[in-house]
T-cell receptor
């Protein structure tokens, strides 16, 4: 079964520090990877997508993909209290559907 | 665009009752997904449609669950009979192909 795994946390990071979220996936053939943010009681929203090895930066967010190690990560620089949420990693295993990890709960401590 | 619209937002029902959840995807999107989210199991894909046709229903828990998409702008997820273990938040999401997935606000179901 194709899976996406994340450390459920909780992960606590001081305000202004770098938050590092990690994810591994089981299918070496996966092509597309996504990070979604979900605030408590809300629906997931896409914050980053990454398709090729290396880093992709968007503002304070950087996604990193290593296909050889089947590993994808999300770095959040200058963490803000508004970044406190659950972060869901997702992978596309070759069709339209996304498989999600169980999420990592991140708390930014003021 | 109004985004993905789900109803009802909250549903409380008793065990054995029929539950119908509704979804209107974003206009122009050709893929529609039903997910279920619980604390224990996270976000699980139940079924998805492409161009109104069910493509993969392997995540549907059992025969008590059924889903339909009669046209491009409407889908339903039905649970009959409902059980307490069906209590969860049910999300509908839509996309264009394998593009970004847009989620509705969810339907929180409580089965007593």
């Amino acid at each position: 079964q194709k899976e996406v795994e994340q450390n459920s946390g909780p992960l606590s990071v001081p305000e202004g520090a770098i938050a590092s979220l990690n994810c591994t996936y089981s299918d070496r053939g996966s092509q597309s990877f996504f990070w979604y943010r979900q605030y408590s009681g809300k629906s997931p929203e896409l914050i980053m997508s990454i398709y090729s090895n290396g880093d992709k930066e968007d503002g304070r967010f950087t996604a990193q993909l290593n296909k050889a190690s089947q590993y994808v990560s999300l770095l959040i620089r200058d963490s803000q209290p508004s970044d406190s949420a659950t972060y869901l990693c997702a992978a596309n295993f070759g069709n339209e559907k996304l498989t999600f990890g169980t999420g990592t709960r991140l708390t930014i401590i003021p | 665009d109004a985004g993905v619209i789900q109803s009802p937002r909250h549903e409380v029902t008793e065990m054995g009752q029929e539950v119908t959840l509704r979804c209107k995807p974003i206009s122009g999107h050709n893929s529609l997904f039903w997910y279920r989210q619980t604390m224990m199991r996270g976000l699980e894909l139940l079924i998805y449609f492409n161009n109104n046709v069910p493509i993969d229903d392997s995540g549907m828990p059992e025969d008590r669950f059924s889903a339909k998409m009669p046209n491009a702008s409407f889908s339903t997820l039905k649970i009959q009979p409902s059980e307490p273990r069906d209590s969860a938040v049910y999300f509908c999401a839509s996309s264009w192909g394998a593009g970004e997935l847009f989620f509705g606000e969810g339907s929180r179901l409580t089965v007593l």
